[in-house]
């Protein structure tokens, strides 16, 4: 959740409600008589559904796919990722940029549909230069090739636009010392060229004692349009500094209860995460003759994050009293370079065959390849302060400072070594005939990875097919069955350990109904589906088999999820909207070695996958006043963490007050309303559960010209 998002993004939603521009449109023709047009679907509702590879509109496919639009971005006042869980049933906090989605951990993400992800390592996206976000749910294999079966993220970025000159300036003042603004512009150059510029910057503390962020984003673009084929250019700088990083979590007992204040922070004052990241990307898009379009994509990203922090190392009883009071601390010095190159391109042609009867045909490639180096060195310390090791910490009344880690003698870094090659060739076609819709898709994926000299490579082959069946033009019933897979860790392909081993793999099977009642003021969707994971590796329950140092593992494991979920967008009045999100997840194990070696399971439970989620948001205007008002909520019930430990089920709320008259914007919001203590995650015991933000309030004012 991070800050109260699923909330938060409720909440904000209504702020641009507040807009008569936005609300309402008049007729001249009607005097003072208002039309409704459903600020639901004018808003709210992407027109096409674009991570399938294919533009569809959302009845027309059978995939499941939340759109989060630009709009909905800004009415809820979202600054990053975790802002947006709430309006993605199936989705929840896991940890950092990862999530669980349909109840497996997944943090794949991609941009404008490639590989290439700038924020490295242990930093969240922000949403400064995102024109959407897309959350393409189960398996994805055939269309983006290795993946996590739960679904994936594909954020598309902000573009020149040679449709007008625009502008906009924000700023930004809340507690814990928060302040910050934005500014962007679109201006057309005349001669088919224009271009966008924006700049974003915000500087806050948190809750957690020392820590605050410093977070800035430099975008821009350019872009040529002559008609026949449109070349886009953009750079992007991203910064952020995270004072007192990186933040675990807070230490429980075995019921979930924190063990001390969720304010506690493990850092000392001077660890830090910051992280440096540049992308440029290249874009063409042509359509030579009537009926075929071509476009391709060249994305270039490099990113650097350092890190300095003190891990928690071991709970323990300092003063025997019987109650676990202090933990032990390890000084990690770590440095994480990421470079990569992504290509892609696609070919559709689209052909009406009689009145009825249309086809498209896709053919595509997408080439990754990525490196990584990393050196890191660690130095633990013990249960007493002890000169030149880092000291231990109390739970309630940790005193910073007492060990210097200039002082620490941390030894010679550890360097590893990572490259990653991706390329997959594919196949999908779109057959219409009348209201019947069939898809069906197949690609072929090569992959190498090399850790430091240990080399796997393999290829692999995945598939997708998808029918459609239009009821009316307002409701649709769709199913789908697709698979993926993701290659087994370089590092565990030893053939002393029993490797090479082939892929985890993936699939799945999912029906439902989709609607856009009442002209769009109505939007649903309703599916049931099963995802099942298999081929993970296990340790042999025997050890070292073949006796030569190494054990053996074993690539049976599998795990089975079953869920249904809805999702809403209406308007019950032209000045009151609703959306709604709910999930019913249930995730088990199914196959295992009998003896446990799942990471991230206990029992027959998988960690942090929820049975239940309800995310919603609504939002009552005043047009006259120019006034909106908002609430939202977020719900995840109880959880077990990594290490079996109960999360609590938790129930928050946000609220914002919106006004706005002509160019003028002022919005008031409050996450986490009634101050609820809560656990966003769990994770494992000597680092606790993340705890969720407390109260926080904050103020924005803009201006658009």
């Not at 794949?108 to 749910?137: C, H, M, S, T, W």
């Not at 990569?340 to 559709?348: I, M, R």
């Amino acid at each position: 959740m991070g800050h109260s998002s699923p909330a938060r993004a409720f909440l904000l939603a209504t702020a641009l409600s507040a807009s008569p521009a936005f609300a309402q449109q008049q007729d001249p023709a009607a005097d003072d008589t208002i039309v409704v047009t459903g600020r639901a679907q004018q808003l709210y509702r992407a027109e096409e559904v674009t991570s399938g590879k294919l533009p569809t509109d959302p009845l027309e496919s059978s995939l499941s796919v939340t759109t989060i639009t630009r709009e909905l971005i800004e009415d809820q006042g979202a600054r990053d990722a975790q802002d947006l869980y709430r309006n993605i049933s199936g989705v929840s906090f896991f940890s950092y940029a990862g999530v669980t989605a349909r109840g497996f951990r997944q943090e794949e993400i991609f941009y404008d549909g490639l590989r290439g992800d700038p924020y490295a390592g242990f930093a969240v996206p922000q949403l400064f230069n995102i024109e959407r976000v897309e959350f393409l749910k189960g398996p994805t294999g055939m269309l983006y090739g290795p993946g996590a079966p739960g679904g994936l993220f594909n954020y598309v970025t902000k573009r020149p636009d040679t449709a007008g000159f625009s502008g906009e300036v924000r700023a930004i003042v809340g507690n814990e010392e928060r302040y910050g603004g934005s500014a962007e512009i679109n201006a057309p150059l005349g001669g088919d060229f224009a271009a966008r510029g924006g700049v974003f910057y915000e500087d806050r503390g948190t809750f957690r004692t020392n820590a605050g962020s410093r977070t800035l984003i430099a975008d821009g673009g350019v872009s040529y349009d002559p008609g026949p084929f449109t070349v886009i250019l953009q750079a992007t700088h991203y910064d952020q500094e995270l004072d007192a990083n990186r933040l675990r979590g807070v230490p429980v007992d075995d019921n979930g209860e924190f063990l001390t204040d969720r304010e506690w922070n493990h850092n000392e004052p001077t660890d830090f995460l910051n992280l440096e990241s540049d992308v440029v990307q290249g874009r063409i898009e042509a359509e030579p003759v009537a009926g075929l379009t071509l476009d391709a994509t060249v994305r270039y990203n490099k990113a650097t994050e350092v890190q300095n922090y003190h891990e928690p190392r071991g709970l323990f009883d300092s003063d025997g009293d019987g109650e676990i009071d202090s933990t032990i601390r390890e000084f990690r010095d770590q440095q994480r370079t990421e470079e990569s190159w992504s290509f892609g391109g696609n070919a559709v042609w689209a052909q009406d065959i009689s009145a009825t009867v249309s086809n498209r045909l896709l053919l595509g490639f997408d080439h990754f390849t990525g490196d990584e180096y990393f050196q890191g060195r660690s130095l633990r310390g013990r249960n007493v302060v002890t000169a030149g090791l880092p000291s231990p910490l109390s739970l309630f009344n940790p005193v910073y400072g007492q060990s210097d880690p200039a002082t620490y003698n941390q030894g010679a870094y550890t360097i590893t070594l990572t490259d990653a090659e991706r390329t997959g060739f594919y196949l999908l076609n779109e057959l219409t005939l009348g209201d019947l819709i069939l898809v069906g898709g197949i690609r072929r994926d090569s992959f190498r990875d090399d850790a430091s000299g240990t080399v796997f490579e393999d290829s692999e082959t995945t598939y997708r097919a998808g029918v459609v069946y239009r009821v009316t033009d307002e409701v649709s019933l769709f199913g789908q069955y697709a698979t993926s897979f993701e290659p087994q860790d370089a590092s565990s392909q030893d053939v002393l350990a029993g490797g090479p081993f082939a892929p985890t793999a993936g699939d799945i099977f999912e029906a439902g109904v989709k609607t856009a009642l009442f002209g769009g003021r109505i939007q649903s969707s309703l599916s049931a589906y099963q995802i099942r994971r298999t081929n993970i590796l296990q340790a042999d329950p025997l050890g070292d088999v073949g006796e030569d140092g190494v054990d053996d593992l074993l690539a049976i494991g599998e795990i089975t999820s079953k869920g249904i979920e809805f999702d809403l967008a209406a308007d019950i009045t032209p000045d009151w909207v609703l959306t709604l999100a709910y999930a019913y997840n249930d995730t088990r194990i199914t196959e295992n070695n009998d003896g446990g070696g799942f990471s991230n399971n206990v029992g027959d439970r998988f960690a942090n996958a929820p049975e239940h989620t309800l995310g919603f948001w609504t939002r009552y205007q005043f047009p006259e006043l120019g006034l909106a008002a908002a609430l939202g909520g977020d719900y995840v019930s109880d959880r077990i963490s990594i290490s079996g430990q109960r999360v609590d089920p938790y129930m928050i709320f946000d609220a914002s007050l919106i006004y706005e008259t002509g160019p003028y914007r002022a919005m008031l919001r409050v996450d986490n309303l009634f101050d609820a203590t809560y656990a966003a995650s769990g994770f494992i015991d000597r680092t606790g559960h993340f705890p969720g933000e407390p109260r926080s309030v904050f103020l924005e004012l803009g201006y658009s010209f």
